[in-house]
Each structure stands twice: as C-alpha cells, then as structure tokens.
C-alpha cells in the first residue's frame, strides 16, 4: 500500500526564519517517485521537485531544499529565509513509476509565515 | 503557453442534481486525471483519461465518470450530488503514461452542494 505522512498540520514562523516540512511515505515498491507541491490559496497545485527512489543525492534551487533518505523513508522540505509570500499549504505526493501517474498525497501542512 | 485551464471555477448544486467540470490540459499534453480534494486535506485520485480511454480509477463510486475528447480536453461528471461531494476538483495534465512525467494541475473548480 502506498501512504504519505505529512505531521506538521500547521507551522507558523516569522519572516527570515528557517523551517523544514516533514514528509514520511511508506510504499512496497522499489521503483518510485516523490513529489512536493505549493498550493497558495488560488488553489492551483505549483509543481516543486520530483525525485526519483534511487537518486539520493539532496537538492538545493535558491532558498528551497529537499533531503532524501530512503533508509527513514523521508523526504523532508526546507525553506532558508522564508518569506511571506512562501505561507501555502504544502503537499508532499508519492507515485508509483507504472502506476500511470496515480498520486498518493499527504493532507498537506500549512505555513504561515509572518513579517 | 497556457497551462492547465478549468471551468467554471465555482459551482453551487443542491443535492440530487447532476454536474459537469470541464478541463483543458496543457499543450502538448494528452493525459488528464482528475482528483477531488477535500477542505483540509490532500487532493484524492479519481480517474484518468488517455486516448479517450479511462485508464485507471481510484475509489470513487459510478456516480463519477468522465470523457476525454479527441483534443485531450475532459470532462468530470457527477450524477446524483451528495453533500459530501463538496470539494475543490483538480485537473492534472501530462504527456503519456510512462509514468516518468510530472504531472501539472489546473486552478480547480470549486463545487458546493447545498
């Protein structure tokens, strides 16, 4: 079965601050995919990474970061320096590689941040 | 280059009636599936469409059905609304079922059944 696990229901911090967004996935399949999406209150789903199971390596594009670590089955989301236009609600999302783009998303944490 | 398109982008129904949500994907894209997201939580598989074919569904009853048209447009169609059925609805676009590719959402349409 597959099931993504997102803790952190709401997390409020102010403006310059650091703050990582908990993601926890289980799945039986060894081939995979995770994904996190921004979801602003328009309600469009903003692409933000993909990841591939046997890429570990973590990731860094500007103030965003993702690290990957298959032995916790964790892929956690960092943002350095969060800036109120970051307050979203935040998805983190599994799929298997054949499963013809079925998604399995978490319920999503909802950051606030505040100048 | 326009992304995924929905409309309308609100709806109110009142139970029993019948719907439909309409979706354009992204260019050169031929695959759409649709999720329903509930306030509060994440969005919930419920179909999708390639070459005019459903290919896979998640577990939403019959009441839910869909259509892809020649032009890779789609349709969602609810029959016999329940309150329960009040969502955002989102449309996910994508090229091909390979599975590799990342899949872009629409703005959604927001349903209320009254």
């Known amino acids: 079965a597959q099931k993504v696990t997102q803790a952190q229901t709401e997390i409020s911090v102010v403006e310059k601050e650091d703050v990582t967004l908990d993601c926890v996935y289980e799945?039986?399949?060894?081939?995979?995919?995770l994904f996190w999406y921004k979801q602003p209150p328009s309600g469009e789903l903003v692409f933000l990474i993909r990841?591939?199971?046997?890429?570990?390596q973590n990731e860094i594009s500007g103030r965003y970061s993702w690290n990957f670590q298959k032995s916790t089955s964790s892929f956690n989301f960092t943002i350095t320096a969060s800036q109120v236009v970051d307050s979203a609600v935040y998805f983190c999302?599994?799929?298997?590689?054949?499963?013809?783009?079925?998604?399995?998303f978490g319920s999503g944490t909802k950051l606030n941040v505040k100048p | 280059d326009a992304g995924v398109t929905q409309s309308p982008t609100h709806l109110i129904k009142t139970r029993g009636q019948q719907v439909t949500l309409r979706c354009s994907p992204k260019?050169?894209?031929?695959?759409v599936s649709w999720y329903q997201q509930a306030l509060g939580q994440g969005p919930q598989f419920i179909f999708q469409?390639?070459?005019?074919?459903?290919?896979q569904r998640g577990n939403f009853p019959d009441r839910f059905s869909g259509h892809q048209f020649p032009n890779y447009s789609s349709e969602l169609n609810v029959n016999a609304l329940l309150l329960g059925d009040s969502a955002l609805y989102l449309c996910?676009?994508?090229?091909?079922?390979?599975?590799?590719?990342?899949?872009?959402f629409g703005p959604g349409t927001r349903l209320l059944v009254l």
């Open positions: 990841r591939n199971s046997f890429d570990e």
């Open positions: 999302a599994l799929r298997h590689r054949y499963n013809f783009n079925k998604f399995y």
């Open positions: 469409y390639y070459e005019e074919e459903e290919r």
């Open positions: 996910a676009s994508s090229s091909g079922t390979g599975g590799q590719e990342t899949q872009y």
């Open positions: 799945t039986r399949d060894t081939t995979y995919y």
């Open positions: 260019s050169g894209h031929d695959t």
